[in-house]
C-alpha cells in the first residue's frame, strides 16, 4: 500500500529512528519554508513540470512508475526544475525487484551531485566535472541498507549550500560536504536502473537551523561507528570505492600525488586541442582514432606520454594505497576469469 495523500505534517521535531508517519519526515539541518513543489501525480504526468529525458516513463493509479529500456543502453531518466541552494526535497520511492535509481542533481552543463539506492546500500557522490581531467567524484558517505523491494520508502535530502543530508525511513542516514554542491543547480532528475515508482515529491525552500550543530555532533558520531559496506562479491565496485575514497584523501593531502595529477591531465588536454576527435564517439570517430594511432607522429607521441603519465599516477596511488592495489588485482582477475569463461562457452 502507497503512503496516503497529503498527509498533516508532523509538528514534533522527530530524532532519527523514530518512526514517522508515512510521506513526512521532519529535516534536522534545515528549516522548511514555501513549499515550491507537492506532486502526487493524481492528475497524471504534468509534463510542464517533469521532462522525460529516457526511458519508459508513465502515472498509474496516481503513482510515477519508471522503467529502463535495454535499448536505450542507459538509465531511465525524468527531470523537473530544481534551483535552490538551500532546500529540502521529500519523496516516496518504491524499489521492484532487483532495481535501483539515483537521486540526481544538476547544474547547467552538467551533473552535480547524487544519492544511489539500492536494496542493500545507500551512497552520496560529488560527480566529476566531465570537461576537467583533474576531476574526479569523491564518495561522500555510504551506508548498507535493507530496502524491501515492492514496498514504500521515504527518502528526506537537505541541503544548506556545501552541505547534504539524506535520510530513507528517518532511520539510514547519509551526510557529506562538498565545495562544488554550493552552487545553483538547474533540476534534480531520476535516473532508475531497473523500474521503480515515486510519489508525494514536495520540494520547499529551507533556511538553516539553529539545533543542526548539535544534531550534526550526533550524526558524525554515528558516521564514524558505522561498518563499511561488504563489497566482496563485487570485485569492480569494490576497486571503484577504494581507488576513489584513496584519490580523495591524496588530492587533499599530498602535494606529489597531486603534481602527478597534473602531469597526466596536462597531456589529456594537448591531446584534445591538437586532436579534437579523441572526445568524438561512434563508429566513423573510432576510424580516425585508429588511423591517428597507426599514422600521425604527434598523435603518437602524445598517447605515448599519456601512458607513462597515466603509469606514473597508477603506481604512486598503488604505493600510497596498497589496499587499492590489493583491490585493482581482484577486479582483474574477476575480468580475467570471465573473459575466460565466454571464450569457453563459445567452443
Known amino acids: ?30 528549516q522548511r519554508g514555501a513549499c515550491l513543489l507537492d506532486e502526487t501525480f493524481a492528475g497524471g504526468l504534468d509534463t510542464n513540470k517533469w521532462k522525460v529525458a529516457i526511458g519508459a516513463w508513465q502515472v498509474e493509479n496516481g503513482v510515477l512508475a519508471g522503467t529502463e529500456r535495454p535499448s536505450d543502453h542507459h538509465a531511465a531518466v525524468i527531470k523537473t526544475p530544481f534551483t535552490n541552494i538551500t532546500a529540502v526535497v521529500q519523496f516516496s520511492f518504491m524499489l521492484k525487484g532487483d532495481s535501483g535509481f539515483h537521486f540526481s542533481l544538476n547544474h547547467p552543463g552538467g551533473h552535480n551531485s547524487r544519492i544511489s539506492v539500492r536494496a542493500n546500500s545507500v551512497v552520496m557522490r560529488k560527480d566529476l566535472v566531465k570537461k576537467d581531467p583533474r576531476s574526479y567524484a569523491p564518495l561522500l558517505d555510504e551506508a548498507g541498507a535493507s530496502l524491501a523491494p515492492d514496498k514504500w520508502h521515504t527518502m528526506i535530502v537537505e541541503l544548506n549550500g556545501a552541505e547534504m543530508l539524506a535520510r530513507v525511513d528517518d532511520a539510514l542516514f547519509l551526510y ?13 532528475g531520476l535516473p532508475v536502473m531497473g523500474a521503480a515508482q515515486f510519489d508525494n515529491v514536495k520540494i520547499w525552500s529551507a533556511t538553516p537551523s539553529p539545533d543542526w550543530p548539535s544534531e550534526k555532533e550526533k550524526l558524525l558520531a554515528r558516521q564514524a561507528s558505522r561498518p563499511a559496506i561488504d563489497r566482496s562479491g563485487n570485485p569492480t565496485e569494490a576497486f571503484q570505492v577504494a581507488e576513489g575514497k584513496a584519490r580523495d584523501r591524496l588530492m587533499k593531502s599530498d602535494a606529489k600525488f597531486v603534481a602527478l595529477v597534473d ?29 591517428l594511432a597507426s599514422e600521425d607522429a604527434k598523435y603518437k607521441k602524445l598517447a605515448a606520454d599519456l601512458r607513462v603519465a597515466q603509469k606514473n599516477e597508477r603506481d604512486y596511488l598503488f604505493a600510497q594505497a596498497p589496499e587499492v592495489k590489493k583491490a585493482w588485482e581482484a577486479f582483474a582477475a574477476a575480468n580475467q576469469a570471465k573473459a575466460k569463461g565466454k571464450a569457453v562457452a563459445k567452443k
Open 1 to 30: 500500500m502507497r503512503p496516503m495523500k497529503n498527509i498533516t505534517t508532523l509538528t514534533a521535531s522527530l530524532l532519527i529512528g523514530t518512526a514517522a508517519l508515512a510521506g513526512d519526515v521532519q529535516p534536522l539541518m534545515v
Open 176 to 188: 557529506g560536504s562538498h565545495p562544488g554542491i554550493n552552487r545553483e543547480k538547474s533540476d534534480f
Open 263 to 291: 602531469a597526466r591531465a596536462a597531456v589529456q588536454e594537448a591531446i584534445a586541442k591538437a586532436f579534437p576527435v579523441v572526445k568524438r564517439k561512434g563508429a566513423k570517430a573510432d576510424a580516425e582514432k585508429k588511423r
